[in-house]
C-alpha cells in the first residue's frame, strides 16, 4: 500500500509539473490589496505549495484532535 501511495504522489508531482511548464505566460492577480502581474508558472508553484501546506495543517490538526478524543473516553471508563 505505501509504493502505492508513492507511485500516486511521483506520477501527480509529474503531471503537476508539466502543467506549471506549459503555462508560462504572464498573468495580471489581484489579492485582497496587491494586484499585479506574475508568471503562471510561479503563481501556480506558490498555489501548490499553499494547498499542500493546508492539508499538511488539517491533517495534523485532525489527527491531534482524534487523540485528545481518545485520551478523554478512556478517562471515563
Partial sequence: MRTAKQILLIV???LL????LQNT??????????????STVVLLFLTAVGGF???VIV???LKGR?????TASSQKR
Fill in 12 to 14: 501527480l508531482g509529474a
Fill in 17 to 20: 509539473a508539466v502543467v506549471i
Fill in 25 to 38: 505566460a504572464p498573468v495580471r492577480i489581484q489579492f485582497l490589496w496587491f494586484s499585479g502581474q506574475i
Fill in 53 to 55: 501546506a493546508m492539508g
Fill in 59 to 61: 491533517a495534523l490538526l
Fill in 66 to 70: 482524534g487523540k485528545d478524543s481518545d
